[in-house]
Each structure stands twice: as C-alpha cells, then as structure tokens.
C-alpha cells in the first residue's frame, strides 16, 4: 500500500511538472526571442486608435514585452546601461504627463493618450536598444516594418480604387469612428497619421532598396504603390513631407541607387496624380478640393489664436486637462464642435505644460538628433544590415516627417510614436556598443 501511494504521488508530481512546463514553455520561447515579441506589439498598437477600443490587448501585450525583457535581462545578467540623451527631458515629461493624468484618474481616454504619447515611446525606447542587438534582429525589425508598409500602401489604394470590401478591418471604413472618413485614413483613423507612417516606413524601404535587400518585384511594387498611398490620405501635410523627403535624398544621397529611385519615385508619383485628375469627375473635385479647401486652415488658425491666448495668461506651467479643454471650447465661438483640440503638437505641449514642458520637448528633440549623428570612428554591424552608416544620413528626414506632420496633427498615435522611438532605441544602443568597441 505504501509503494502505491508512493507511486501516486510520484505520478502527480510529475503531471504538475509536465504541466508547468508546458505552460512555461511559450514564455521561454519569448525570452529566446524578444525580437519578435516587440514587432507583434508594435503591430498590435498600429491597432489601437484613440477613437476605438481595442479592448486593451496592446497594452497586455506591452506588459508581456516588459516582463519577457525583465527575465532575458536577468537571466542573462546583461548589465543595464542608461545614458542621460533622450531619456532625461523624456522621462521629465513623463512624470509631467503622468501627474495630470492623476487629476482625472478616472477617466479612461486621458489614460490612452498618456500611454501613446509618453509611456509607450518611453518604454519602448528602453527596450529596443535591448532586443535588437545583432544583425539577425535588426533583419527581423526590417521586414516588419516592409511588410506594414505594404498593408498600409494596399488598403490605401483600394479605399481610393473604391475596393472597399479588401479594406480590413472594416471598422476603419466606419464613419463614426475617428476622423477623415472620405480619405484613406488606416487603421489610425486619421489621415495625417496614415501619412506619417507611410513616409517614415517608405524612408525605411527606401534604404532597403539602398542595400539590395529590397530588390525585383517587390521593389517595383514599392516603387509603383508608395506615391499611390500616399496621395490617397489627400492631406497636403503629407503630400509636401513626402515630396520634400524625395527631393532632399534625390539631390543630396550619397547612394547613387536611392537617388535614382527617388527619380523612380517622382516619375511615378507624377503618372499617378496625372491618372486621377484624367479620371471622373468626383475624384477632380476630391484632389482640387483638397488643395483649394480653406476651412481646415480657418479652423486651425481659430485654434491657434486661442492657444496663444491660454499660453499667454499661464504662461510658465501651463493649464491643467480638464480646464484646457473647457476654456478652449469656450473661447472658440465661430465654430460649432463637441471637443476642440489644438491640430499641432508643440502648442498643444506649450498649453499644457507651459514653457518648461516645451523646453524639455525641444531638449528630447535636440538629443533624438543628436544620437543619429555618425560616430568620429564607425564600427558598424558587419554586412548589409539595418542601421548601417548610410542609414544615419536619413535620420534627420525620418525625424523632419515627424516634426512637420507633428505641426498639423497633435502626435498621439502610439504606432507612429512607438516607430519612431523604437528606431531612436535601436541607434542609442548601437552608440553604446560602438563606443565600447572604440575605447577597447
């Protein structure tokens, strides 16, 4: 009797530790491979607009990230190098940010615009640098970043081809959710947002192409379909970062490949806009509109001189939420909206927080131009890698996209954000690695 119950018990032991380790094992495959698991966030967030409720996975999934670092960093006993550049005025705002949002803490939207416009930049900034560290990594970011640029560019020109039913998911064709409805907006809800990724992932395949890894078919695809995407957000913020982008690589480029690709680029950007204005009447009237259309640009200006105002009566710390909200809406009489917002980043931060919020802006901006400057001795990934030498010439245009489109929209779009201050991630490790290679 006591051997079986000896046996039983051995048997329910090992049942428990077969069990647990096969619910441990899709965690240890995670921390073997972060490379992938910050990407499917990031994919997830191209998901989640402020204006429809995703029912959090994104967030979940950004805990996930955080906790498959936290036991990769310990496991591996990898030390922890934080450096003062981008993650000083960064975390300052944070702490700003943060702070206001506990004066509505029970409000569920201040949440979400505080994760997408600081936290989850932050975060992400930390951990990138972490998780993409060889060239193996630095491939598997570049093809995600290829294949978002070709659903974006896909989905853009079947909304302007009028293939509706090849736009998915179908919320984004919903006109109670977000804004520009009659645009191709994206999963962003919002045609300005749509842009900005699309310039800054087409910036990222053009230096794909640059390197041969982009090449063949999918190369005249990409050429043929960027200019297409991104006249279809018919948003002349977009369509003016773009042109300025290609003119800037096609007479400036080191690489005699991307200038003659953006030479590509501007001929078929050309053809394309030549089709639509030969088309239908309707799609005369929608480009012709769009650039004659004054309405936007008297609404924002109404905007822009209340803001002035409000700067100017706290000018120092800036207005709390809440009040901003309610004292904007009341100094704008001539137009008739449920909520106002500022439609430019910097005043909306110069509102807020005041002039010290926008000097710690403007000193995270300096510093996320700075760790993009090439190194005085470049030792740099060995290969046809990502994040090579070249690709640092196109980093102050990656930032410029960002910067301008930022001047039209209030950036609170956690995919376009997260972009950004992932790549930002990925050169700040790269500096530390470089200058550890050079002083040994």
């Avoid at 805990?63 to 975390?91: D, K, S, T, W, Y």
């Avoid at 179908?170 to 409805?181: Q, R």
């Avoid at 009237?285 to 706290?314: C, I, N, Q, T, W």
């Avoid at 980043?345 to 002039?355: A, N, Q």
């Amino acid at each position: 009797m006591a051997a079986t119950d000896t046996t039983l018990a051995f048997q329910k032991s090992d049942f428990v530790a077969r069990s647990m380790g096969a619910l441990l094992r899709p965690l240890q495959a995670m921390i073997a491979a972060p490379d992938v698991v910050l990407p499917a966030t990031l994919g997830l967030m191209l998901f989640h607009s402020p204006d429809f409720n995703f029912h959090s996975i994104d967030r979940i999934a950004l805990g996930l990230l955080i906790f498959v670092v936290f036991l990769r960093v310990c496991a591996l006993q990898v030390p922890l190098a934080v450096e003062h550049r981008v993650n000083l005025p960064m975390l300052a705002l944070v702490v700003l940010a943060l702070a206001g949002a506990l004066t509505q803490p029970n409000d569920a939207e201040t949440w979400s615009l505080f994760a997408a416009k600081w936290f989850v930049p932050f975060v992400l900034y930390q951990l990138a640098g972490m998780v993409f560290e060889d060239s193996a990594s630095l491939r598997k970011f570049e093809w995600f970043a290829l294949a978002v640029l070709a659903y974006l560019s896909f989905i853009a020109i079947c909304f302007m081809a009028g293939a509706k039913s090849l736009v998915l998911p179908h919320f984004i064709l919903d006109e109670g959710l977000g804004i520009h409805a009659d645009r191709a907006r994206g999963p962003f809800l919002q045609a300005v947002a749509n842009g900005v990724a699309l310039n800054l992932l087409g910036l990222i395949a053009l230096d794909s192409l640059r390197r041969k890894r982009l090449r063949g078919l999918m190369a005249v695809a990409l050429v043929t379909a960027l200019p297409l995407a991104i006249l279809a957000t018919k948003t002349r913020a977009v369509w003016l970062s773009f042109a300025g982008t290609i003119l800037f690589l096609m007479l400036f480029s080191p690489s005699r490949r991307l200038r003659r690709t953006c030479v590509a680029l501007t001929l078929a950007g050309a053809a394309a806009l030549l089709m639509f204005l030969a088309l239908a009447d309707e799609h005369n009237d929608a480009f012709s509109d769009r650039l004659e259309e004054r309405s936007p640009v008297d609404f924002r200006m109404a905007v822009y001189g209340a803001g002035r105002d409000m700067f100017l009566e706290k000018p120092l710390l800036g207005w709390d939420t809440a009040g901003m909200q309610a004292e904007l809406s009341r100094r704008i009489s001539d137009f008739h909206q449920k909520e106002f917002y500022f439609h430019n980043t910097y005043l909306e931060v110069l509102v807020r927080y005041g002039l010290a919020g926008l000097a710690l802006y403007v000193w995270m901006i300096v510093d996320l131009f700075r760790i993009g400057r090439k190194p005085v001795r470049a030792v740099f990934p060995e290969g046809n890698t990502f994040l090579d030498e070249q690709f640092r010439s196109i980093w102050p245009l990656f930032l410029g996209v960002y910067l301008v489109n930022g001047a039209v929209v209030v950036m609170n779009y956690q995919f376009v954000n997260g972009l950004l201050f992932t790549v930002a991630g990925m050169l700040a490790a790269q500096n530390r690695r470089l200058a550890l290679a050079t002083n040994s």
